[in-house]
Nanobody, 119 residues
Framework: VQLVESGGGLVHPGGSLRLSCAASGDISSITAMGWYRQAPGKQREAVAVFTSGGNTIYADAVKGRFIASRDNAKKTTYLQMNSLKPEDTAVYLC??????????????WGQGTQVTVSS
């Protein structure tokens, strides 16, 4: 299973970006999906994670500014990022796990997309 992120780039403080993550391969179901980020010299952190109960858990640092959504038919998740701050600069990665057509579990990370917030 492959996850491919897109939509990153350079944006001024206060600007917006929309990231996408598309899953492809032998996918029967996706049980978990989420967005993470890693800034230089820092540990990877969760940004927005979809729970099995249908909720979305956001990191405190992005609450009220970022909105995560998913299109199950397209096997795609999105991250709308508004009011961006320089401290949001990081590589943003998508993560998902689920089962294939034979019921075997899989887990995958995307390669990441760079988001830089700078004036």
């Amino acid at each position: 299973v492959q996850l491919v992120e897109s939509g990153g780039g350079l944006v001024h403080p206060g600007g917006s970006l929309r990231l996408s993550c598309a899953a492809s391969g032998d996918i029967s179901s996706i049980t978990a999906m989420g967005w993470y980020r890693q800034a230089p010299g820092k540990q990877r952190e969760a940004v927005a994670v979809f729970t099995s109960g249908g909720n979305t858990i956001y990191a405190d640092a992005v609450k009220g500014r970022f909105i995560a959504s998913r299109d199950n038919a397209k096997k795609t998740t999105y991250l709308q990022m508004n009011s961006l701050k320089p401290e949001d600069t990081a590589v943003y990665l998508c993560n998902a796990d689920g089962a294939d057509g034979l019921g075997r579990g899989w887990g995958s990370w995307g390669q990441g997309t760079q988001v830089t917030v700078s004036s």
